[in-house]
């Protein structure tokens, strides 16, 4: 396509009903709050989230065997759009689930109507960044995401802890999205085009045969993984995580130690594997390294936090490392100087993709347990739960499987988790690293058991505790513990699926095809 | 030397030099004016590459609207109740300063080194100007080749106003207990803007950690600019 012959075809809808649904759903709910009389709102607008949210899952049934793209490349209906949208409303789902009881708690003080529609547009956000083809979708779906969850974190805005979390937020995610940016202006500059495939194909030209780095091309890299770095909360860019955190609503850490990273990770995916996977062993080691600083750094810091939150928070910081494997893991073709002729790492983004359903169904698990504590009116330090086994035995056991899960003990998915992660590591022959998955999973044991340990071998000293009724809290957590046994035993079949899938998006290019073919050297 | 090269450095010399301005003073406003000036440098820049649209673009959006409302804000604030950020320590400072002065260096040498094969892409100065103008040409992509993006940053500027409203507005009405009342004003020292805690509720537990915020008028009586509708308050010590 170029400037005097437009592509003036409209785009394919029928591509692009999961994220319709989920954009017509925020639109429902601006009305619906405007509409519907306050006294039934909460429950009205907790059902149009859910429903919309289920509509958009089973939407992705009929999008999950397209393969193509349309709005001219920007929009992608593959494999890897289909796994992670799935990814990011099951976690939608829980959020949902784990906010209404908390909302309606809090409901006279925070609007509730408001915390939907952000949601919506949030989880909207993150759905565009998997699917997209083309550099621009990518930041502004970024955006998308990261703003709502910046209004999200501060929304109890009078607490004072809640403000100052939104701030570090919101002041390092923007200047997080400016380096990103350069990067992908340098990205750019580099291959002529902002489409994904064209990148990729341009790229991979122009360093073919280079004896050494492209100083240029090093900077694009850089400025691209730092800028990401700062949205999934990779060392040493994760200062904002623990403050943010801890001072936002229980449900809202939830919901944002998951799809905001969720989102990140996605756009890693496109940028680093889809656009540049020709570089892949240039930028595996970059990766390789903040992967094994942030593993270590994340569970040792752990180690020293009293408050859940906030070690929930650096344990999150942990696992973005253990998922960082994963892509350290990718490699593909040529680098600079390296004649590799196959791609010999594939399982890496599969492992990855893995780790981060089972990451949703761990890490929204422990923070509903938590949501669950609050709405009774204790605190969320180890003191709080001590002896929680004796007082309320199905909650703590069901701390007790998140947290095991999250450390990693078999029949559990956070051991198949991090199982296909060291396979991967290992298939790319990158043993150290495997080695130092495995060395993190043992420090992270000591501050995971303990909470195990607290909830079941001290006694309770907690008396002021108030006795209300969680229906949907609890169905979440119900849902999620279930999840937590059962996807572990499937794991075979899932990371198959989505290594079917992802080899869709490296091997078989854009169907929209012509724009792709285009770009030529003049 | 050519007039154009000329004006260049010059431009480029001023957009520089203002925004390094901008960084260094220590009154907002005058930061607001360093900005608007390398702004309008930016623009001429843009200009000299036969981007007119940007230039204006440039102009009407950030210098006029982006940078008047900034300067409106700016003076409605008082300065003084303005929250001190904490200062970087000197080994944060020598740290940032360090790898800022890499990053430009790794910048330039990127820009001396170029030597990959360049694929400018399909929109060659010839192409542009064959549809009419760059203008012309940036309607034309907009509307189809980013029309997704395009449409993408709607939703961003309505999570952008939602957002503003969400944290801005005072809470409902009738909640007296859940009011904030001391925001801006008449004349008291710094620290009464506080954000008192919540009487009861989930997050009470996480506050008690961190007793700062008190106010600082505790022990005196102060009377707060309230909301218009409002009798005016007795702040001071524990609200009933």
């Known amino acids: 396509m170029d400037l005097l012959n437009l592509d003036l075809s409209g785009p394919q809808w029928g591509l692009v009903w999961p994220q319709l649904i989920v954009f017509l759903l925020a639109v429902v709910l601006v009305f619906a709050d405007a509409f519907i009389p306050k006294h039934r709102s909460f429950e009205m607008l907790t059902g149009i989230s859910i429903v919309g949210y289920l509509l958009a899952l089973g939407a992705l049934y009929w999008q999950h065997d397209k393969h193509a793209a349309t709005f001219q490349g920007s929009f992608r209906a593959d494999g890897l759009t289909v796994f992670l949208s799935l990814i990011i409303l099951v976690a939608a789902i829980f959020s949902v689930l784990t906010s209404a009881n908390y909302l309606k708690d809090y409901g006279e003080r925070v609007p509730i109507g408001e915390y939907y529609i952000l949601l919506a547009f949030s989880v909207l956000g993150a759905l565009l960044v998997s699917s997209a083809g083309d550099l621009i979708t990518i930041f502004v779906g970024i955006e998308l995401t990261a703003l709502a969850t910046y209004v999200l974190t501060g929304y109890t805005k009078r607490n004072a802890q809640a403000v100052e979390g939104a701030l570090k937020y919101f002041l390092l995610g923007i200047f997080a999205s400016a380096i990103l940016l350069y990067g992908m202006a340098w990205a750019y500059g580099l291959s002529g085009s902002t489409g994904l495939d064209n990148i990729r194909a341009n790229v991979g030209a122009a360093v073919e045969g280079q004896e050494w780095f492209e100083a240029s091309v090093l900077l694009a890299l850089l400025l691209l993984i730092v800028g990401l770095g700062f949205k999934i909360a990779a060392v040493p860019f994760h ?24 989102a990140g990770f996605a756009a890693m995916i496109r940028l680093l594997v889809q656009g540049l996977g020709p570089l892949s062993e240039d930028w595996r080691w970059l990766i390789a390294v903040l992967a094994v600083l942030t593993m270590m750094l994340g569970n040792i810091v752990a180690l020293s936090q009293r408050n859940l939150k906030r070690m929930l928070a650096y344990s999150s910081i942990a696992h973005t490392g253990y998922m960082m494997v994963g892509l350290a893991a990718y490699r593909e073709g040529t680098g600079f100087g390296n004649d590799l002729e196959n791609i010999i790492g594939t399982r890496g983004v599969s492992a990855l993709l893995y780790y981060m359903l089972a990451y949703v169904f761990m890490n929204i698990g422990a923070f509903a347990v938590l949501t669950w504590i609050q709405a009774r009116g204790r605190g969320v330090t180890l003191d709080d739960v001590s002896g929680l086994a004796s007082t309320d035995p199905l909650p703590a056991a069901a701390m007790a499987v998140f947290m095991v899960s999250l450390m990693g003990i078999p029949p559990l998915i956070g051991f198949y988790a991090k199982y296909y992660v060291i396979l991967a590591a290992m298939e790319a022959d990158m043993l150290w690293l495997a080695i130092a998955v495995v060395l993190a999973s043992g420090i992270s044991a000591y501050f995971y058991l303990r909470v195990v340990a607290v909830m079941y071998f001290s006694s309770s000293d907690v008396t002021n505790t108030r006795s209300v009724r969680t229906p949907l809290l609890n169905a979440s957590i119900i849902l999620l513990v279930i999840g937590n046994l059962v996807l572990g035993l499937f794991s075979a079949g899932i990371v198959d699926l989505s290594e079917d899938w992802t080899n869709a998006l490296t091997v078989a290019q854009t169907t929209d095809g012509a724009d792709a073919a285009q770009v030529t050297n003049p | 030397m050519p007039w154009e090269t000329l004006i260049f450095f010059l431009v480029g010399a001023l957009a520089i030099l203002s925004a390094l301005g901008m960084v260094a003073m220590n009154n907002p406003v005058h930061s607001a004016i360093f900005l608007v000036i390398c702004f309008v440098q930016i623009a001429g820049i843009f200009v000299m590459l036969g981007a007119e649209y940007l230039a204006v673009i440039q102009i009407i959006v950030y210098t006029g609207a982006v940078m008047v409302l900034l300067l409106f804000v700016l003076m409605l604030v008082d300065m003084d109740d303005l929250p001190e950020f904490h200062t970087a320590e000197p080994l944060t400072r020598v740290i940032g300063t360090l790898l800022g002065v890499m990053l430009l260096i790794e910048v330039a040498i990127a820009i001396g080194t170029r030597t990959i094969s360049g694929a400018p892409g399909t929109d060659t100065p010839e192409a542009v100007a064959l549809v009419g103008g760059n203008t012309q040409a940036i309607g034309r992509v907009l509307y189809t080749k980013y029309l997704l993006p395009f449409e993408i940053i709607s939703m961003v500027l309505t999570v952008g106003v939602l957002g503003a409203i969400v944290l801005a507005l005072p809470e409902r009405l009738g909640l007296e207990a859940g009011r904030r009342r001391d925001t801006i004003s008449l004349g008291h020292p710094r620290g009464t803007d506080t954000v008192l805690p919540i009487e009861s509720g989930a997050e009470t537990a996480n506050l008690s950690g961190r007793s700062n915020a008190q106010p600082a008028g505790v022990g005196r009586t102060l009377i707060m600019a309230t909301d218009p509708d409002d009798q005016p308050v007795k702040v001071g010590g524990r609200r009933s």
Do not use: Q
Request: charged share 10%; hydrophobic share 40%.
């Open chain 1, 239 to 262: 200062m904002w995580t623990p403050d943010a955190y801890e001072g936002a609503p229980t449900p809202v850490t939830a919901y944002m130690s998951v799809i905001p990273k969720a």
